[in-house]
């Protein structure tokens, strides 16, 4: 009998009242209490203790896996029976016939630590909590419990006996002599408080050795991707959930009308006022939220204007429609999706099948999936309630998007492109390049996925073979200002088969579904929302689908795959179900400690072990198996590997095809890190010194446009946060000018003095933030009291968003890189007693940080050969091994061993800006500043959602209506753009803005429309004159002032505003105000001259072929001498290049455009004491 049974007693007599005191403090009444003992005593009715489990005691059953949950006494009772019934049955779970069919338990991987500790000879353990070998041994004709009472004091009792063997199991692992070693120490918990996105609790020295490497790492990884008949169809913890597949939607019934107006208007089979008509009320709803009742309004009434002008015009003609829902049917704008409906406490997402059984409760906590609300449908009777999800989750098939894509006219062709497109051995120009897709990806026959050519088949249309790849980015934004913040996740995949230019236009982009707030889901949570998507991708590659397209019209069957998954690093932890970043095994990649990332040996190649696919899958399938979160996490912290869908797909390489975008990896943490965690936080740059030196000469520089600008105060709070672009431009454009010139004026003083004071001060910066986290947190548990009862949520509650105890509150936990930023961290210090201090420069800091923008510069270029990826690995192991030396191990973060995977990342896709997640941050600024109401459940996701998918379709239907080539049709369409061209965010203006960023991509030469045509100044025309003499000397050539034999060259010629060379547009400066688009670099013999475009000219006259000229007037070189010691040494090999300051060539040159190769960056610049220009180019070759 448990103490707790015994305290039952209905004397309520002083000595009782004490006996029962003292006993309700005893170790078990404790650990199983929910209320103050002097609660029980004094309030419990009749001094009952076991009252105090009446209102939703926790349960630990089995039979349901509540796993804690907090349900009714009565339900919790019946919980407890069904699991001594079943241990009556067997002592082990493997032997119920429920579970025979399942999966065996896997065992762990072999390992030399873990083997060893395996081998130990600990107590018996079951898999059944309570199902132990002594209770199997009973008789099965024991009377079933016929109490609550009893069958919870039997289940408390039993729970004690696992405890016990528990414990006796872990005292056989300590002395084992497989405990962990010196050598595995995992290093100070607290080293990397800086990095943590989501705490992982330290390991300790009691639980199970970590494991080594398994294997002797290679200097090139191989393709050692599971065997499809190894992977899981399922989660083992629900075993059979995906046979068949519940998430699987019938194909349309009928195709999208997309289209068919458009062409109606073309062959005069409607009349393009009346499909003007309808483009006018769609887009007035999808940009000027115009309801539905208002556009209704107008169809009626503008038709009733039509009629009256014309009363004849409707003869042959299908009659106006009169609601904007038949007009949305008819143009195919309104998007089609999914809401599944989504269990609010434990987040299981259920097919639309679900909706057929709002009443049944969540198969997991047994809590409500639906709610009812009031409607707001005016045609139902007042007082109508409906049915909806508590959560919802908005969906939309990979499937039904690509059938959508591929029907646009001319991407069928575009997506089979990749085919004519000739590979060179040892180039990367595109991922198609890349060797996972060339010679590792296999189909579901076990050739390669992209095989080139495909084997013909007679009488079968060949396949389409698509490749995606996915990106999933949660951001948080503010509902309301008195809300709280609203955290959702988008799931976005990009075409690969698309060129750079149409790959990432917003009508190419496939948005499968958001996950929904208001907090971000934890590991486990979002493996339950890629179930859905895996199981598409899965039947996807398998079978495919068939659908009718231009070229093939019987039919053709399209396959896809996943070629890999683009994300920040606590989003590919999460999806690739690894351990954080704050994890003693921190990479996705290899093995490496948290105890050697400080260390140089973290940065030489192939010094750890590399992680696997079967590893991780083992891990996976043994992270299912256990039989409680505190196992899962006990394992965790051991291996750092979770279960993870994406490892059910068969070609699926978690290891490798799980990428940390390098937009996030590379320049907002490495750039980021180096210029304001180190430079100026530990005071490198003073504010009233250097940086502000930094500052002026930031004013200075003439950037080409495109590139966008930094902030002029940048380093400062005034000067704003810095997104991924400007960091690059940073590294990459003023690094170069401004570092050489602040160290050669601010540089004294010896450098090994200089070196250790700056560690030291670095060291004593990360106690004191150490410091200031532990009083907060002692702080906030004096000030917060906590009821030892666990309170149920309200219905309102439960959407609010509620740190964990043991997490900070990240307002942006999944794109922030660095939680310490400039706005969070007020500089107390005194500036005054800073500017006196002796400056912090060390003589070596230019060069570390040009071997940084070397490094970039190389990795983002458009193409790449292994020399320079071999050159680009050294740069960056070296630029973080310095780092130690010269600003100390606590420097160092997770991104700098990530950024070391860079080169083989380039090696397995292509080119960086293959597969950088640059759109997707698009989206998720966009939705941040998304103005909606304050709704909760999912409703803000499905809001968006279908904006974003009905602007989609809006934007489609509209460049099929350009096509037509009515002029009024274009006409309007034109000004529907100019009268929203204002807006800001919005869908709309994100499609226009990253549209017309891309609008020259592909371009490779083409002149503006916009030109005029002048009569060229004398000057000109001489010049024009002499040079097409001496181009075309086959023909005679005269002025037409001078009359005598041969051909007058006309005065006259256009001049156009720009020119569009390799999808870079260059201005002339003489249809432009802005000098940083007018800067050119022009190849000539021996190296590249550098001048302002002053004119483009155009001649086109008879008896001359046509002439493309640019007027350029060249900068003047000038000769510096620069010292060995100076810092200008590391610019030069970044191609800075000197001219003297404010003088021009005499005379203006013609040049052909294509000898153009690149803008050019001009800053004002000191070197070796003379004023001069210094130039760069920032693109080291032609684009």
Not at 376 to 400: T, Y
Not at 451 to 479: C, H, K
Not at 689 to 698: A, D, G, T, V, Y
Not at 1042 to 1067: C, H, K, N, T
Request: some cysteine; overall charge neutral; hydrophobic content about 40%.
């Amino acid at each position: 009998m448990s103490t707790i049974a015994a305290l039952d007693t209905n004397d309520s007599s002083p000595c009782c009242l004490l006996a029962t005191l003292i006993k309700a403090f005893s170790l078990q009444s404790c650990l199983e209490r929910r209320y103050p003992p002097w609660y029980v005593v004094f309030f419990s009715p009749k001094h009952r203790v076991l009252n105090v489990y009446k209102y939703m005691p926790q349960c630990f059953c089995l039979f349901k896996k509540c796993n804690g949950a907090d349900i009714p006494r009565q339900r919790k009772a019946e919980h407890a029976r069904q699991d001594v019934i079943r241990g009556r049955r067997s002592a082990a779970v493997a032997q119920n016939p429920v579970l025979a069919t399942s999966t065996p338990t896997p065992n762990p991987p072999p390992a030399a630590h873990f083997s060893d500790a395996l081998s130990a000879d600990p107590p018996p353990l079951t898999n059944d909590l309570y199902g132990t070998p002594e209770l199997a041994a009973q008789d099965d004709n024991i009377a079933p419990m016929s109490t609550a009472q009893s069958c919870m004091a039997s289940s408390i009792a039993e729970r004690d006996r696992a405890e016990e063997a528990g414990e006796a199991y872990v005292r056989a692992m300590r002395t084992s002599s497989s405990a962990p070693r010196p050598e595995d120490d995992i290093g100070d918990p607290d080293a990397d408080d800086d990095d943590m996105e989501d705490n992982e609790p330290s390991p300790s020295a009691s639980r199970p050795p970590f494991p080594p490497p398994l294997s002797t790492p290679s200097s090139a990884p191989t393709s050692t991707l599971v065997t499809s008949a190894a992977r899981p169809t399922a989660d083992p913890r629900y075993p059979g959930e995906n046979d068949p597949d519940p998430f699987v939607r019938t194909a349309r019934a009928q195709p999208r009308r997309r289209g068919q107006l458009a062409t109606g208007v073309a062959s005069k089979a409607i009349h393009p006022g009346v499909y003007l008509l309808y483009l006018l009320v769609a887009w007035l709803h999808a940009q000027c939220k115009l309801a539905f009742v208002a556009c209704d309004t107008v169809l009626r009434v503008v038709g009733q204007i039509i009629a009256a002008f014309a009363p004849g015009w409707s003869t042959g003609q299908p009659p106006v429609l009169g609601s904007l829902k038949s007009v949305m049917e008819n143009l195919g704008v309104e998007p089609d999706f999914q809401v599944l409906p989504t269990c609010p406490f434990c987040l299981e997402v259920y097919p639309s099948s679900r909706y057929t059984s709002p009443n049944a409760p969540c198969d997991r906590c047994h809590e409500p999936v639906f709610r009812s609300i009031r409607s707001l449908n005016r045609r139902l009777r007042p007082g109508a309630r409906l049915i909806v999800p508590s959560l919802q989750f908005p969906m939309k098939s990979i499937e039904d998007q690509l059938r959508d894509i591929i029907a646009v006219p001319g991407v069928e062709d575009t997506l089979d492109g990749w085919r004519q497109l000739a590979h060179i051995p040892g180039e990367y120009r595109r991922i198609f390049d890349g060797r996972i897709i060339r010679s590792e990806l296999k189909a579901a026959n076990g050739r390669l996925f992209f095989e080139n050519p495909l084997p013909v088949q007679t009488g079968v249309a060949p396949e389409l073979r698509i490749g995606l790849s996915m990106g999933v980015d949660w951001f948080s934004y503010l509902r309301s200002l008195i809300s709280p913040s609203h955290s959702s996740g988008p799931m976005s995949f990009s075409i690969i088969n698309l060129p750079a230019h149409l790959k990432f236009r917003v009508m190419n982009m496939i948005l499968v579904g958001i996950l929904p707030g208001p907090k971000e889901q934890d590991f486990d949570q979002v493996q339950r929302f890629m179930r859905p998507v895996v199981n598409e991708l899965l039947r996807l590659w398998e079978q495919g689908f068939v659908m009718s397209t231009k070229r093939y019209p019987q039919g053709r069957r399209i396959r896809v795959i996943l070629v890999c998954v683009v994300c920040d690093k606590p989003a590919a932890h999460k999806l690739g179900g690894f351990g954080s970043h704050s994890h003693t095994f921190y990479c996705t990649r290899c093995w490496i400690k948290k105890s050697d990332k400080a260390t140089a040996k973290a940065f030489e190649k192939g010094a750890f072990a590399p992680r696997t696919p079967e590893e991780q899958l083992e891990y996976a399938k043994q992270y299912a198996s256990c039989a409680s979160q505190t196992e899962r996490d006990t394992f965790v912290r051991a291996y750092a590997s979770r279960w993870c869908e994406l490892a059910r797909l068969p070609y699926f390489d978690v290891c490798r095809m799980i990428v940390v975008d390098p937009m996030h990896n590379l320049l907002l943490g490495l750039v980021k890190t180096h210029f304001y965690h180190i430079w100026v936080k530990l005071k490198v740059l003073r504010k009233k010194k250097e940086l502000r030196r930094f500052h002026s000469i930031l004013a200075q520089l003439s950037i080409p446009s495109y590139l966008g600008r930094v902030p002029s105060l940048m380093g400062e709070p005034a000067g704003g946060s810095l997104t991924a672009d400007q960091w690059l431009i940073a590294a990459t454009l003023v690094c170069p000018f401004a570092i050489p010139q602040i160290w050669d004026e601010y540089g004294e003083g010896d450098a090994e003095v200089i070196r250790l004071r700056r560690i030291g001060n670095f060291k004593e910066l990360a106690e004191k933030r150490k410091r200031e986290r532990a009083a907060a947190k002692e702080q906030a548990a004096n000030n917060v009291r906590r009821s030892s009862r666990k309170r149920r949520r309200t219905e309102r509650a439960q959407y609010r968003e509620e740190p964990d105890e043991d997490e900070e509150v990240r307002p942006d936990a999944g794109a922030v890189e660095e939680e310490q930023d400039i706005f969070a961290e007020p500089d107390d210090e005194d500036e005054e007693a800073i500017a006196r201090a002796p400056p912090n420069l060390h003589p070596d800091d230019p060069a570390n940080m040009a071997k940084l923008s070397r490094f970039l510069r190389i990795v983002l270029a458009k193409s790449l050969n292994d020399a320079e990826i071999n050159t680009a690995d050294t740069l960056i192991r070296e630029y973080c091994t310095e780092l130690i030396y010269l600003y100390g191990p606590d420097v160092i973060k997770p991104n700098h061993h990530y950024a070391t995977d860079v080169p083989d990342c380039i090696r397995d896709f292509g080119p960086l800006h293959e597969f950088w997640t640059f759109l997707f941050e698009r989206i998720n600024k966009v939705l941040k500043s998304y103005n909606s109401a304050n709704h909760s459940g999912g409703e803000l996701e499905v809001s968006f959602f279908r904006e974003f998918h009905r602007t989609i379709q809006l934007s489609r239907e509209l460049a099929a209506a350009s096509a037509t080539g009515n002029i009024h049709v274009q006409t309007s369409i034109e000004a529907m753009y100019k009268s929203s061209a204002d807006d800001r965010g919005t869908v709309q203006a994100l499609a226009r803005e990253v549209d017309e960023a891309h609008a020259d991509g592909g371009v490779l030469y083409e002149l503006s429309s916009r030109c005029t045509q002048t009569r060229m100044q004398d000057t000109l025309y001489l010049a024009v004159l002499g040079y097409l003499r001496l181009r075309l000397p086959s023909i005679a050539l005269q002025s037409w002032l001078s009359p005598a034999d041969g051909i007058p060259l006309l005065p006259e010629a256009m001049f156009f505003d720009y020119v569009v060379l390799s999808s870079r547009r260059f201005w002339a400066s003489s249809r432009t105000n802005n000098v940083g688009n007018t800067l050119i670099a022009v190849r000539k013999e021996g190296g590249y001259a550098v001048g302002e475009l002053q004119a483009i000219i155009g001649i086109a006259q008879a008896g001359v072929p046509v002439q493309r000229l640019g007027y350029v007037n060249w900068l003047v070189s000038q000769d510096v001498s620069i010292a060995p010691t100076s810092a200008w040494n590391s610019s030069i090999s970044l191609g800075v290049f000197f001219w003297r300051f404010g003088e021009r060539s005499t005379t203006s040159e013609l040049i052909v455009l294509e000898d153009i190769v690149s803008h050019v960056v001009l800053s004002e610049a000191v070197v070796a004491g003379r004023k001069c220009w210094a130039t760069i180019m920032p693109h080291s070759s032609p684009s």
